[in-house]
Nanobody, 117 residues
């Protein structure tokens, strides 16, 4: 079964930067639109950004446009999320998975991002 392993989270100050990584254990997802999601305490999981299988098309939630950049390295089965100008409201556990829920793998443990004010 495919596993998705997120990493790269941490504690940063407002305005800081982090780069998250999502590694797939199999190449199964190389043909799918991949996405990052996040879940803050007491809130539902929300979409953050997605990238097409070729990497040529990206989409972002309005709340992160201009600050976050999604990319992928299909050869390494890895999806990245570069986050800049971080705000306290970006604090959440970040997950990756396919954007289309029909093709989702089991959710990983995610990686915690905490932005201090």
């Amino acid at each position: 079964q495919v596993q998705l392993v997120e990493s790269g989270g941490g504690l940063v100050q407002t305005g800081g930067s982090l780069t998250l990584s999502c590694a797939a254990t199999r190449r199964t997802f190389s043909g799918y639109v991949m996405a990052w999601f996040r879940q803050a305490p007491g809130k539902p999981r929300e979409f953050v950004a997605s990238i097409s299988w070729s990497g040529s098309s990206t989409d972002y939630a309005d709340s992160v446009k201009g600050r976050f950049t999604i990319s992928r390295n299909s050869a390494r089965m890895t999806v990245y999320l570069q986050m800049a100008s971080l705000k306290p409201e970006d604090t959440a556990v970040y997950y990756c998975n396919t954007r289309d829920p029909r093709y989702r793998a089991p959710w990983g443990q995610g990686t915690q991002v905490t932005v201090s004010s």
